[in-house]
């Protein structure tokens, strides 16, 4: 078999929210490269070998993962929930960018289930209209941006879904979204703090927004806003298709 890379989403957590074509994947896999906790998800089997990586690596993770399958090795780069957010896809079309030597190797994305679709189901319908996505750390991009587009899609009444939200070396910044958000948003505005979505540890908490708090939230949690219509119907939370 000839090499190629094959960028799959593991999904949140859950062994049955994996696609059957990234298990088909794994199954064909030589090789398996990623962040050490994802890598630790796929099962260990004879001609398989794991390269699994420290966070913050993710360029020479990606160009590894290039010249394994320039080599004529099967790689599968791992990412948890999609590969696509805020995750290996684009560090390894980065990767490709600055190796032209490498644009030969055959390159595949397979989508996954990813964490705020999937904290979503587990409250209800949150984002069952317009909604957003934004990364919270500024490991890559500066805050003043975070902030900017936090603001804006505020003003448009987006729900949004916020990933990475509050690290150790970062503890403070998730307090300066909720001030932004209650700037721009009413008091009762509903917040969803998904932890460990799909997991046995799983805990989805509902307040409001004036009683969010920074420590509601970890790294292993996304945290949703509704937009001005979003509301409780018994035990969900849901946004209606007209706002
Ligand atoms: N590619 C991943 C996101 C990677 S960024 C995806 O599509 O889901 C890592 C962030 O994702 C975490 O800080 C957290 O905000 C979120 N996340 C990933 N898995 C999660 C889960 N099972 N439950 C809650 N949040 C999760």
């Known amino acids: 078999m000839s090499g190629a890379v094959i960028i799959v ?5 859950d062994a049955a929210k994996v696609t059957p074509e990234v298990t088909a994947a794994l199954a064909e896999a030589t090789d398996v490269v990623g962040y050490i ?22 360029l020479d993770r990606a160009t590894h993962a290039l010249e394994m399958a320039a080599a004529g090795a099967r790689v599968v780069v791992v990412s948890s929930g999609d590969p696509g957010v805020f995750a290996m896809a684009s560090a390894v079309f980065e990767a490709l960018e600055a190796r032209p030597d490498l644009a030969h190797v055959p390159i595949t994305v397979l989508p996954g289930i990813t964490a ?30 975070v902030e900017r587009r936090l603001r804006l899609a505020a003003q448009a009444d987006f729900a ?12 403070h910044q998730f307090a300066r979204v909720l001030q932004i958000l209650r700037e721009e948003c009413e008091p009762g505005r509903l917040v ?32 949703l806003i509704g937009n001005s219509a979003t509301r409780r119907v018994g035990d969900y939370v849901y946004t209606p298709r007209s706002a």
Request: glycine share 6%.
């Open 116 to 145: 705020m679709l999937a904290a979503a189901a587990a409250a209800g319908a949150p984002l069952g209209h317009d909604f957003c996505a934004i990364n919270l750390s500024d490991n890559l991009k500066p805050f003043d941006l």
């Open 192 to 223: 969803i703090f998904a932890r460990a979505v799909s997991t046995p540890e799983q805990a989805i908490r509902v307040v409001r927004l004036i009683d969010a708090t920074e420590d509601m939230a970890d790294m292993r949690t996304v945290v």
């Open 37 to 58: 906790p994802y890598v630790a998800r796929v099962a260990p089997r004879e001609g398989l070998t794991l390269h699994p990586s420290d966070n913050r690596v993710e």
């Open 9 to 13: 989403g593991l999904g949140p957590g």
């Open 160 to 171: 949004m879904g916020f990933y990475n939200p509050r690290s150790k070396s970062r503890p």
